[in-house]
């Protein structure tokens, strides 16, 4: 009945003040489920997730030289000081002698005695301490499994296997900049790469790498101050701070890309689009048929987000195809005023094609645009160039899941 209705005021819509044939776009949105471009070849629909802290030995090393380093600044500026103390003992001794032999000539009435000048010791040899060693914080491994995610799939231990290496945060460049509005800020550069390892059921490894989305820099501000020394007052204040926060933000970042590549290649996410379906208007014809046809379409568009197989959206589509050729069975494309023309024509071959491609038959669809554009109708034409990459793109999964 929700179809009649819907078919009822459509055909309203089209009778309703046309003077001239025309074409109407109807936009059409859905949802639809995507396939993976990569699936595991064993057809696994289950994954495991482990978590492995790859920085470990790095934090461990970077004690060790912290440690070393340390020793060492001490050692040499404790030897350092000892000779800048017995320099200084030699000084105030020969200094003292000279006063002594002053002062014994001031008083034996001596008049050209010349004090001594002042003791010069030098710069003290106060070498600080070298800054403690940055390392990488640890990390909840378990919370951080439990966040990834992969739609269409359950999680288990006798399924596929990813394990996530977290390889240690990365500080990167520290840039200070004015703007034109004289504002100080920092730019801030940041990682963390990690190593995604994916294991089929059976084994065999589908990925063993670097993410690359986790090994470029990230940037970060900070915020703006009219004086650069309010920037570096606050940096002294908020570095600890800001590092703390940068390495919690860029795990939660990292798994929201990680998330984004295995829903696009090993899923199958639920994914939405909008479409056009044309159907005709003209005063003088009766364009019942094709709108019955795009129903058929809608109807069949709105079935592909219940069912991966499509069994009850291919029938829907079937059936406009049917309509369709039926409609194209009256082309008359040298006369302009046929109720299926160039134009009405061109428009159904590009139906057609939209209907092709859900129902997996990529070179019919490929085939009906090009008739679309053979016709020399621009607007179909671009249709068929614009469509055409996400045809490529499905024809693709198709065929790596077959």
Not at 65 to 88: G, H
């Amino acid at each position: 009945m929700k179809t009649k209705i819907l078919l009822l005021v459509a055909l309203g819509s089209f009778t309703i003040g046309a003077t001239a044939q025309n074409m109407k776009d109807e936009k059409v949105s859905f949802t639809y489920i995507q396939l993976p471009s990569n699936p595991f070849k064993s057809g696994t629909e289950e994954f495991s997730v482990s978590v492995t802290q790859d920085f470990d030995q790095r934090n461990a090393d970077s004690v060790t030289w912290y440690e070393a380093r340390l020793a060492k600044v001490r050692e040499e500026r404790e030897i350092a000081m000892k000779a800048w103390n017995d320099a200084k003992n030699g000084i105030d001794r020969n200094y003292f002698t000279a006063m002594a032999a002053y002062e014994k000539r001031v008083a034996a009435g001596d008049t050209n005695a010349v004090k001594p000048a002042n003791q010069v010791y030098g710069s003290c040899p106060c070498t600080p301490d070298p800054a403690p060693p940055f390392l990488t914080a640890d990390i909840e491994t378990d919370a951080i499994a439990n966040m990834v995610s992969i739609p269409g799939m359950n999680r288990s231990e006798s399924g596929a296997k990813i394990t996530l290496g977290f390889r240690g945060f990365d500080k990167g460049k520290i840039k200070e900049s004015k703007s034109s509005a004289g504002d100080w800020t920092y730019s801030i550069k940041f990682r963390h790469p990690v190593q995604v390892k994916i294991e089929d059921k059976d084994g065999s490894v589908i990925m063993d790498k670097i993410l690359a989305s986790s090994n470029g820099y990230q940037s970060a501000s900070s915020p703006k101050f009219k004086s650069v020394y309010e920037l570096k007052i606050w940096w002294m204040d908020n570095e600890e701070t800001f590092w703390n926060k940068r390495q919690k933000d860029v795990i939660n970042g990292i798994i929201s890309k990680l998330n984004a590549m295995l829903a696009d290649d090993i899923g199958f996410p639920t994914r939405s689009r909008t479409i056009e379906i044309y159907t005709a208007k003209d005063r003088n014809h009766d364009y019942t048929d094709v709108l019955e046809a795009y129903q058929s379409v809608q109807d069949g568009l709105l079935q592909l987000a219940d069912d991966r197989e499509k069994d009850a959206a291919l029938e829907y589509f079937g059936t406009a195809v049917s309509q369709y050729q039926a409609i194209l069975s009256q082309s008359d494309t040298k006369n302009k005023k046929a109720r299926i023309n160039k134009k009405v024509t061109a428009a159904m071959f590009c139906n057609i094609a939209h209907c092709f491609l859900w129902m997996d038959d990529y070179s019919q669809a490929s085939l009906y645009l090009s008739k679309a554009a053979n016709l020399g109708v621009g607007k179909y034409k671009r249709h068929g160039q614009n469509l055409k990459p996400f045809l490529l793109n499905q024809k693709k999964r198709y065929s790596a899941n077959q």
